[in-house]
């Protein structure tokens, strides 16, 4: 390895030689490029093998489905013999349940019949009801006037009432009602001509009022029980012209309730007689309808019973159905089984044979590790600087090496296509960078060198790139004599932030060495650094970005060794692809959004595809038993699969319409091609006179004029010659 860095100082001589170009290589270089070494072939050699081993897995996975379908085939000859046995048990059962339907069908018949004369007389009796209800509500408010004036009489006012020994009058008359309703004896009729009516028999009343349950008896009087004759000697009594509720209450206080009491049961009784040959009727009504409803029972016990026997047939008939369902679901599962692995197997013929194959080329892939490892490393490592020619110089010097040691390494190793993939350089292009090589692994060093990159830009590609590329994570813009400097370059590092320090000079800031240098200090699972004269949080993910304007700078060995230098200076071809961008723009603005569109398209599909493929290979591996078991992985990856061949369709269907496209816009590729000559003829004027000195944007700004102000023509050819006539006529 130590011959990779003697000949990286031998090319830094030489290129200075050729080009005034200043490069070095210093013994932390060469470090740095084994620290990368062994990070890298760390990291290829587990993704080989992790690789291996699922495509090994998966492998046999699809061999062990084979051989599970001839099996499932078997299993389902045998299904199909046993549904044809279960149909016949099932069929069978049927029939037994039609007959016992049938019996409880007349038994149900017999049971509505009954049930609906019971209904009938039960609405003969809610309306006889009706009526006497409706009556007996006459009497009601009486009634509870009554009751009212009963719970004003106490025990305490009937006793008292019992120890006069010479009562008023009036109670005496009101006690006599009141014997006369419960059917107790009284005294003989004699007029009282003192009184102008008849002697009270008081006698008896004190008999009545001396039972404990006197007042009781009154609330729950059988109402029912009075009659004609008990009215009809109450009246002389109700006709007496002081027998009223206000005489009764000057008379005897609480107790002239009573006379509210037998008053209201007198008139009760009008109502009352002609309710009582309703309530007889009900009574009539009422038994009809209890022989009827045990009818009614009997029937729905008789039905109850035959239901019974019939719930008996239908499980033994759900029985038979559920045994021949279980075996036709076992046949489908079978069949879906089979179905879906064999389309498996199937849809994945292709990816069987590419997997075989790349299984027998991953052992030696392995073994070229080694030096592969030596000649991406070396790229990442050293490149940066020098311009392609000398890339691609010191590339076969390595080769070469190798070779000659007799050291494992690929013949053919593409540097682009080991360490990324299209879609990424998709993604670089939708962000601006230039599609020429030389760009394309600008863009390789600055995200996969280890240490954090210094571009030399004095067209200002590069940084508009980091721009637009680093704008969705919060990226730091900051300068060297920013006031705020050392705050930006804290944030980036204790947040995880990206910052792009822009237009340095040859010095950097020393305080940025530590960080650079990446000397972090480890304090239990965390890491600090020192930044000036405080210690700073480190957190994963924070990058740094360099820039310079300076078209030639000369950086020190120090520098060199803390940075990734890389050499974006604007290429012939790079700077031509973007000039035919700017015409298309102009000339034929939707040909080139179409462009954009499909490229923003392709990127999204291929990274799809990958994640599809990834995905489709990880849940054939990570399967746990049998693979036909899983019917619904099996679908899932049938999903899979299915997605992948129309992402698959999609990028064909895209690569023949991008060559269509690119068709129509090389029509234009002549005014790029002089503007790019133009442009680098105008730049090495410099070497002739200081006084020649131009700039990409000034150029630019020119390159849009001869398009704006020259001759418009709807002929491509001549629109051609007179952007190029007045493009040259400009400078």
């Not at 009497?139 to 009937?158: G, H, S, V």
């Not at 040691?405 to 080991?418: A, F, G, W, Y």
């Amino acid at each position: 390895m130590g011959s990779v860095q003697d000949n990286v100082a031998s090319a830094c001589t030489t290129y200075y030689d050729r080009f005034r170009r200043q490069a070095h290589v210093t013994p932390k270089s060469y470090l740095c490029f084994l620290d990368g070494y062994k990070t890298l072939y760390k990291e290829k050699h587990l993704g080989i093998a992790e690789m291996a081993k699922r495509m090994t897995t998966g492998l046999d996975k699809l061999v062990e489905a084979a051989a599970s379908v001839d099996v499932l085939k078997k299993e389902l000859e045998v299904k199909e013999q046993e549904i044809k046995v279960a149909t016949a048990n099932a069929e069978e059962v049927l029939a037994a349940v039609a007959e016992s339907a049938a019996a409880a069908e007349v038994v149900k018949a017999g049971v509505l019949e009954v049930k609906e004369r019971a209904v009938q007389l039960v609405s003969v009796i809610a309306a006889e009801t009706a009526i006497a209800e409706e009556k007996l509500a006459d009497a009601k408010p009486a009634l509870e006037a009554a009751e009212a004036a009963l719970l004003t009489i106490n025990a305490a006012d009937i006793a008292t009432v019992r120890k006069l020994g010479k009562p008023p009058f009036l109670i005496t008359l009101i006690m006599d009602c009141v014997i006369l309703l419960f059917r107790k004896k009284i005294e003989s009729v004699k007029p009282d001509p003192e009184k102008n009516f008849l002697i009270a028999s008081w006698g008896e009343s004190l008999k009545v009022m001396a039972d404990s349950k006197f007042l009781n008896n009154l609330k729950f009087y059988p109402k029912d029980e009075i009659n004609a004759e008990m009215v009809d000697l109450l009246q002389p009594y109700f006709n007496f012209s002081q027998y009223t509720f206000e005489a009764a209450k000057v008379a005897c206080g609480n107790v002239a309730g009573l006379i509210s009491w037998t008053i209201a049961m007198a008139q009760f009784y009008s109502v009352n007689k002609d309710v009582l040959p309703l309530k007889a009727n009900l009574a009539v009504m009422q038994g009809k309808y209890q022989a009827a409803k045990k009818e009614l029972d009997a029937a729905e016990a008789q039905l109850e019973a035959k239901e019974r026997e019939l719930a008996h047939v239908q499980a033994q008939f759900d029985e038979a159905m559920s045994l021949k369902q279980a075996v036709l679901d076992d046949a489908a599962k079978c069949q879906s089984k089979m179905d879906a692995a064999t389309a498996l197997i199937n849809g994945l013929s292709g990816e069987r044979i590419r997997w075989t194959e790349q299984s027998a080329l991953f052992k030696s892939e392995i073994e070229r590790l080694v030096g592969d490892i030596l000649l991406l490393v070396g790229f990442l490592s050293y490149s940066g600087p020098f311009n392609q020619e000398f890339r691609n110089l010191l590339l076969s010097t390595w080769l070469n090496e190798l070779l000659k040691r007799k050291i494992p390494v690929s013949m053919n190793l593409n540097i682009t296509e080991s360490l990324t993939d299209t879609a990424t350089i998709g993604d670089w292009n939708l962000c601006g960078l230039p599609t020429d090589d030389l760009s394309i692994q600008n863009g390789i060093i600055v995200t996969k060198a280890a240490r954090f990159p210094l571009l030399i830009d004095p067209q200002i590609q590069g940084k508009n790139w980091i721009k637009n590329m680093e704008k969705a994570n919060d990226l730091i813009v900051t300068t060297l004599n920013h006031k705020y400097f050392r705050n930006h370059v804290e944030d980036c590092v204790s947040l995880g932030r990206p910052m792009l320090i822009e237009d340095v000079q040859e010095e950097l800031d020393p305080a940025l060495d530590n960080i650079l240098e990446k000397n972090y200090i480890k304090i239990g699972s965390s890491y600090k650094v020192r930044l000036g004269d405080k210690e700073v949080d480190v957190t994963a993910g924070h990058r740094i970005y360099i820039t310079t304007k300076l078209p030639n700078p000369a950086y020190t060995p120090e520098i060199s060794a803390r940075t990734s230098i890389i050499d974006f200076t604007v290429t012939m071809q790079g700077l031509e692809d973007q000039l035919l961008g700017r015409v298309i723009l102009t000339e034929k603005a939707e040909l080139e959004s179409e462009r954009t569109q499909l490229i923003t398209d392709v990127t999204s599909n291929r990274r799809r595809l990958k994640e599809l493929e990834a995905n489709l290979l990880h849940k054939l591996t990570t399967i746990q038993g049998s693979l036909v078991e899983d019917v619904s992985l099996i679908q899932v990856l049938n999903i899979t699969k299915s997605t992948a061949t129309e992402v698959k369709e999609k990028l064909d269907t895209a690569k023949e319409t991008e060559l269509k496209i690119n068709a129509a816009r090389e029509e234009f590729r002549p005014v790029a091609t002089r503007g790019s000559v133009l442009y680098f003829l105008v730049c090495n004027m410099s070497l002739v006179c200081n006084m020649y000195q131009t700039s990409l944007a000034q150029f630019l700004e020119r390159f849009d004029i001869s398009m704006d102000r020259s001759t418009p023509s709807p002929i491509t050819s001549r629109r051609i010659n007179f952007i190029i006539d007045y493009l040259v006529a400009l400078h």
